[in-house]
């Protein structure tokens, strides 16, 4: 089953970004910035059979900084 999730406001990851649980197609709305510190990352699930094939997203309305 697909987790969403919504998070408002600014957030800096030092770390990581989990969405990566064994199943794609979850999504995770950031309605801010995202800034990534130097050694941070983001796990995401895909499914590589084709373009339409099953993915993680992470939606970012705002602007990105930084390194993952």
Not at 9 to 22: D, K
Not at 24 to 46: F, K
């Amino acid at each position: 089953q697909a987790t969403l999730a919504s998070y408002t406001g600014n957030i800096t990851n030092g770390s990581i970004i989990q969405l990566s649980n064994g199943f794609a197609g979850d999504t995770v709305t950031i309605n801010g910035n995202l800034n990534s510190l130097e050694g941070s990352a983001i796990y995401l699930d895909v499914n590589l059979l084709d373009d339409n094939s099953p993915k993680d997203k992470l939606i970012i309305n705002g602007s990105t900084s930084g390194n993952s």
